[in-house]
């Protein structure tokens, strides 16, 4: 299976070295939470290694490698210990790769190291970011590897260290909400309902699927019920069904009725929308992220991509918009996948 993958992958490369290192870059992303992701990573690490100058290899041993391990390969170490219960030396392991990123992997005065993972979050940064600043991006995914090491650090109950570790994990990929939610949860803990709620409308701007919506207006929905705000938390939760199912939610409104001695009802769409308006956040997705999922599908669909690509982005943008002529166009290249799978 890795075989075949890797031979596919290679129909991609081209001969110019910019261009192939940052294509294997991006296979990189697509692969890293396949089964066999700590060989197919390996292999991709090796051949853009192989790509780099001779002058320039030595550097490339110093910043991307940690304990004799390439950091993809660390990272794949610290989550067997994870699996296999040693919390203690994951967690060591992960800091070391903080550490490293800190210390190798920083801002300069020109630039931005970034951990965009993909053209769609490329575009969503440039976009609702706005940044005065070029940026570059880093060999390794440093957000998704930082929110690991939060996320284990809340388990360990290690808050503080938590928060600043998510934070960093944001500043690597601002438009990723896997350290956002992990920073919800920090605030949720800390009982910090400010924080909270920013962190939360932060999120809501660059959420790209109705699962991360719904999972928002949750969140909503708790920073409600501990300021004693029930009837606007019911409707946050009401909201949020909408989007994706949610069995907790059940046990949150019987919660809520047990405090208030009321019978919870399904809220009136303007009841909906006045507790919305009433916290200053906008009901519903970003137009700014599903047009820039669509404005991609569009420049894949002009350069002749394969349908699976083209897919990727309107899938996004249906998700989140449900527009009948994008449902056209999924259909109509949903079918040519289909037959191109069966050739």
């Not at 067997?80 to 990123?101: G, R, T, Y």
């Not at 801002?107 to 969503?124: A, Q």
């Not at 719904?214 to 949020?240: P, T």
């Not at 919870?264 to 992220?289: H, Q, S, T, W």
Request: net charge negative; with cysteine; aromatic share 12%.
């Amino acid at each position: 299976m890795v075989d075949n993958i890797i031979e596919e992958i290679k129909k991609g490369l081209n001969g110019d070295k910019y261009h192939d290192v940052k294509y294997l870059q991006h296979q990189a992303d697509v692969y890293k939470n396949h089964e066999n992701a700590g060989e197919i990573l390996r292999i991709l690490s090796e051949m853009t290694f192989d790509l780099v100058p001779e002058e320039q290899k030595e550097i490339l041993r110093k910043t991307m490698f940690i304990k004799g391990m390439r950091l993809d390969e660390a990272f794949s170490k610290a989550n067997d210990f994870v699996k296999e219960k040693k919390i203690d030396k994951a967690a060591e392991l992960l800091s070391e790769i903080e550490k490293h990123a800190d210390e190798y992997f920083s801002d300069t005065e020109e630039k931005l190291l970034l951990s965009l993972r993909n053209p769609l979050d490329e575009y969503i940064y440039m976009q609702i970011f706005k940044p005065e600043k070029k940026h570059d991006r880093t060999p390794f995914d440093f957000s998704h590897y930082l929110s690991a090491y939060g996320y284990l650090l809340v388990e360990m109950r290690q808050y503080d260290e938590a928060e600043k570790v998510l934070k960093k994990a944001i500043k690597y990929n601002p438009v990723n909400v896997e350290p956002r939610f992990e920073l919800a949860e920090t605030y949720k803990v800390q009982m910090s309902p400010d924080k909270l709620i920013e962190c939360i409308k932060e999120t809501l701007k660059i959420a790209r699927t109705p699962y991360e919506i719904a999972r928002c207006y949750c969140d909503l929905g708790y920073y409600c019920v501990e300021i004693k705000d029930y009837d606007s938390a019911v409707c946050f939760y009401y909201e949020s069904l909408i989007y994706a199912p949610n069995d907790a939610i059940t046990g949150e409104l019987h919660h809520i009725m047990s405090i208030t001695k009321k019978k919870i009802v399904p809220p009136l769409r303007e009841e909906v929308l006045a507790a919305f308006k009433k916290y200053d956040v906008v009901n519903g997705p970003n137009p700014e992220v599903y047009n820039v999922a669509y404005s991609l599908a569009q420049y894949c669909i002009d350069k002749n991509a394969g349908p699976e690509e083209i897919l990727y982005y309107l899938r996004i943008t249906y998700d989140l918009t449900h527009n009948p002529e994008v449902k056209e166009l999924l259909d109509k290249y949903e079918e040519m996948a289909k037959n191109l799978k069966n050739e």
